[in-house]
């Protein structure tokens, strides 16, 4: 299999949902293969160590088996890689679950309709 550019690989085995995802998590510094920072133009093949930081300071670590450059289907895609991460602790799941219930509840649930809106520029203008 010929070598496959870093952010494509990324985008087709299902890591990120799209290409400029990665790209941006490889700019970013999210990205490692093989013990270095990777910049999203970097071929990856076969036996290449990935390492994907997360967010709330979690590791993703992927040996790459094979490489493709076209959409795959989610199972195929999973063949791609060996996902050796280790499994999160108790405590981890439930710090998780708690972050995504106080994001639930910092975010407001709907946008604000015609009325508020007007209310919100007469407020803001000082009307």
Not at 6 to 35: H, P
Not at 77 to 99: F, G, H, M, N, W
Request: with cysteine.
């Amino acid at each position: 299999m010929d070598p496959v550019r870093l952010d494509v690989w990324l985008d087709v085995a299902c890591v990120f949902k799209t290409r400029s995802e990665a790209q941006k998590a490889c700019k970013l510094g999210k990205v490692s293969v093989n013990g270095q920072l990777a910049k999203p133009h970097r071929e990856v093949k076969a036996g290449d160590r990935l390492i994907v930081q997360r967010p709330l300071g979690r590791k993703q670590l992927l040996t790459v088996l094979g490489t493709a450059d076209q959409s795959l289907s989610r199972a195929e895609a999973r063949r791609l890689y060996d996902d050796t991460s280790p499994r999160p602790t108790a405590e981890a799941i439930e710090l998780r679950k708690l972050e995504r219930l106080y994001r639930a509840a910092a975010t407001p649930a709907t946008r604000p309709d015609r009325d508020q809106r007007r209310t919100l520029r007469r407020l803001k203008r000082g009307e």
